[in-house]
């Protein structure tokens, strides 16, 4: 009898202990774990059909030595022979395409990610800029969307409010531009608009007007890299995707969808406004296209889903075909993961160290609607680990690497089927 009470004593202290452990380590973050998502399948036989044999990034991505450290993106001007790099010690590159030589160019807020150029001007880039996780970054310096005047260095906010929202809805919704509401910068105020918290890739219209970007979640902390992981396990419909409009002020665009990134506009045709984007929704493993106006204003298709990694960002090489980095590559746990929900809850409270990772990335191309793969090459991560974007010059591609301590400036040549 004294064992059995014993033994009782033992097994409630260590319930007592669970249940302190499991108050003790909740998530920061509130974590909103989808119930209501598609299982992951296996790559479709498209995709698997077009898949290299071979790592064609180990075998032919070559690294030109420089102090660049990890970077996030890649604008190309080839016609003045420089690249724009935005990179992960908190400063946007100069790159010299001919030479490969490297410079700090400027200092920015935070740190940046997705850029684009300004399609009137060259001189001009327009740049996200976001926390990275495990920086401290110096007090007052802001989220959100900036602008850069190459020639002079200045860098000047162009965004740091959105209108204020509400809970994401349980489902995805796309917001038609018709009878669309904006909210100017100048009219927004405590009431009626919040700090954005994470702006991540942008995308900019023809006629530099208008700018698209994601904000995968708004949590107060939110963050680039590991500050993302309990988001991914738990593709929490947390993101959203704003337009900010120079001349009418800002809107949401799309929400209820899991970690949108990338962001490329379709122009209209013959110079006409844009009527649809295409979105990478990273952690639901997905490429759709959000309808805006048009006889599909306020839907959204998928173009891809179950793919083989993460998509993060998005671009277009002079043949109009699509690429798309794959950041890390889809294992068998994460899909198992992913389709097992009851386990999420532990994991988002283990520390990120413990939780399996995958080191491989790769890369995609797809037809320029999006709808038909063209190429697909996974990477053992030693050559240029997480391929957060791959940017499509005339004869090579440049693949960007996420992680900080890299160093130099990649570029690698089509693959023989797409040359």
Known sequence: ???????????????????????????????????DQYPLMPPSAAVQKVRSTQDDV???????????????????????GRAWVTAMDGY???????????????????????????????????FC???????????????????????SRKIEAVALQVPATTEPPAHER????????????????????????????LDISADGRRVYFSEPYASADASMGGGAFNEAIAR???????????????????????FMDGVLIEPGANGAKEDTLLVTETTN???????????????????????????????RDPQGRLWIGLIKERSAVSTWVHNNNWIKPLLVRLPHSMLPVPTRTGLMAFSPDG?????????????????????AGRNALYPARFKVDSRGFVAMPYPETLR
């Open 371 to 391: 709808r038909t793969p063209l190429y697909l090459s996974m990477h053992d991560g030693n050559t240029v680990s997480d391929i957060s974007v791959v940017s």
């Open 129 to 151: 800029a976001s926390r990275l996780y495990g920086v401290v970054h110096p007090a007052g310096e802001q989220p959100g969307l900036y602008k850069l005047h190459i020639p």
């Open 58 to 80: 180990a075998l032919t991505a070559k690294t030109t030595p420089g102090d660049l450290p990890g970077y996030d993106d890649v604008v190309l001007q080839e016609a003045q």
């Open 285 to 315: 493993f997905r490429l759709l296209r959000l309808h805006l106006a048009g006889a599909k204003a306020g839907s959204h298709e998928v173009l891809q889903d179950s793919l083989p990694g993460l998509p993060d960002g998005l671009d």
């Open 1 to 35: 009898m004294r064992i059995k009470k014993i033994l009782l004593s033992v097994l409630a202290l260590l319930l007592l202990a669970f249940v302190a452990w499991w108050v003790r380590t909740a998530p920061g973050i509130p974590v909103q774990v989808a119930d």
């Open 236 to 258: 929490s419909r947390n993101s959203r995707l704003w337009l900010i409009d120079l001349d009418r002020g800002a809107r949401l665009v799309a929400q209820g969808f899991a």
């Open 174 to 201: 796309v917001a038609a531009e018709q009878g669309a509401v904006y909210l100017a910068q100048a009219a927004m105020t405590a009431a009626n608009s919040r700090p954005i918290a994470f702006c991540n890739d």
């Open 92 to 126: 946007l590159w100069r790159v010299d395409l001919a030479s490969g030589k490297q410079e700090r160019w400027v200092k920015t807020p935070l740190i940046p990610s997705g850029t684009r150029a300004d399609p009137g001007n060259p001189d001009v880039l327009y």
